[in-house]
């Protein structure tokens, strides 16, 4: 394409599709949220953000805003391209350069899957403000609430250890933040929305982070 002439696309991809439901992550700078069920994605600057859509109609259109609920990158390294190194019907493979990160994204599936192939300090923020978090004994599962009111699950192969920047300090000691960060970390990291109060067992049952990933 004389318009587009270098999408991101793994140069050892024999095929290179159009019109593909992960179109927009290869599109110029694949800076485009992507809708792929039940969120929208949306790869910026090294990092990948998560957004949990409302739907808003007006007379003449429904359209879904998109709103920096998580964003995860790496703290450490320079910023680098995107690139789709694999990909199916329902699945798409991103690697951030630079970052040793790489997200497996599957149409459909609640679990955002994460791996990482060498210890990296990593960033997790958000554009609410975090009220509270909780990890089990093994930190290897973080409970997090978001004014929103929103509850994200927070998956790890092996323990991780999150530390929390700081915002502002409100009434009562409640400190609201918006990033974590972690200490060298290396595994698979999967996150997930909290619909609903009753699916937390399900949502631990079907965590599996401790997958057989290849390497990047």
């Known amino acids: 394409s004389t318009v587009l002439p270098d999408p991101n696309f793994s140069l050892n991809l024999q095929s290179k599709p159009t019109n593909s439901f992960f179109q927009n ?6 800076d485009q949220p992507e809708y792929m069920h039940p969120y929208l994605i949306g790869s910026f600057n090294s990092s990948l953000s998560i957004s949990y859509p409302s739907h808003h109609a007006t007379s003449s259109v429904i359209y879904q805003p998109y709103k920096y609920d ?23 493979t991103l690697d ?4 040793n990160i790489r997200f497996f994204l599957v149409r459909g599936n609640p679990f955002v899957t994460m791996y990482v192939n060498q210890p990296t300090l990593l960033s997790i923020t958000t554009m609410h403000n975090i009220i509270s978090f909780s990890p089990n004994n093994s930190h290897t599962k973080f409970i997090i609430w978001f004014n929103n009111g929103q509850t994200w699950f927070l998956y790890a192969s ?25 200490n060298p970390f290396i595994g698979t990291i999967r996150i997930v929305l909290l619909h609903n109060s009753k699916h937390g067992t ?10 057989t990933l290849p390497t990047i």
């Open 202 to 211: 399900i949502l631990d049952t079907v965590s599996y982070t401790h997958l």
């Open 25 to 30: 992550l290869v599109l110029k700078y694949g």
């Open 70 to 92: 998580i964003t995860i990158s790496s703290k450490q390294g320079s910023k680098g391209r995107q690139w789709i190194s694999s990909y199916n019907d329902l699945s798409v």
């Open 96 to 99: 951030i350069s630079s970052s």
């Open 158 to 182: 092996s323990p991780i250890m999150l530390s929390c920047t700081l915002t502002n300090t409100l009434l009562m000691h409640v400190v609201p933040f918006n990033e974590f960060t972690s």
